[in-house]
């Protein structure tokens, strides 16, 4: 179940990197865009790829948040990370569906609105994600998970998804 303290949690942290900052570069730099460099046909394969990768982000965020909440018994949140290791649903996939959301939604931003300002924030995210994770999420998890992290982490890759689904059972 949803609660509040997963509504925080949301506000928090994706509402943030995916909406209010995206909206403030935008408001701030008059909608600089460099669409007057493409083609309509380039505009319109962008336009399209955007819309795809703003609905995979969409089943990425909203289904892992659900996952965090009815299993791991947490938020994504770092002030309140799940109390179990949650290896179930897209985790089964993937070991950041969280981010990787995160990651396609602001992909998708940048290709639906076509602003420099939007891709050169969504490129400061994945560069930082790509960078910070390994750094100080997975060694937080080994310590909190042990050795069922690390079975986890040596079969499930961290952001590009598996075609078949990880089946180890893990307490």
Same mark, same amino acid.
């Given at each position: 179940m949803i609660t509040?303290?997963? #509504?925080?949690?949301?506000?928090?942290? *994706?509402?943030m990197v995916?909406?209010?900052?995206?909206?403030?570069?935008? $408001?701030y730099s008059d909608f600089v865009i460099?669409?007057?460099?493409?083609?309509?046909?380039?505009e319109v394969v962008f336009k399209i790829t955007g819309g795809l990768f703003l609905l995979l982000g969409l089943v990425f965020l909203i289904g892992n948040i659900v996952t965090f909440a009815k #299993?791991?018994?947490?938020?994504?949140? *770092?002030?309140?990370?799940?109390?179990?290791?949650?290896?179930?649903?897209? $985790?089964?996939?993937?070991?950041?569906p969280m981010i990787t959301g995160v990651m396609f939604i602001l992909i998708a931003e940048s290709l639906l609105t076509l602003s420099l300002y939007i891709?050169?924030?969504?490129?400061?995210?994945?560069?930082?994600?790509?960078?910070?994770?390994?750094i100080i999420e997975e060694p937080q998890l080994e310590k909190r998970f042990g050795d069922?992290?690390?079975?986890?982490k040596r079969h499930v890759p961290r952001w590009?998804?598996?075609w078949t689904?990880?089946?180890?059972?893990i307490k």
């Open positions: 509040f303290k997963h #509504i925080r949690a949301i506000l928090a942290l *994706p509402f995916l909406i209010v900052i995206p909206s403030i570069l935008l $408001y460099f669409s007057y460099q493409l083609s309509v046909f380039l #299993i791991g018994n947490g938020t994504l949140a *770092p002030w309140d990370p799940p109390t179990k290791l949650v290896v179930t649903g897209m $985790y089964r996939y993937v070991r950041n891709s050169c924030w969504a490129v400061l995210f994945i560069f930082g994600s790509v960078v910070l994770i390994p069922d992290y690390r079975l986890y590009i998804p598996r689904a990880w089946e180890q059972n």
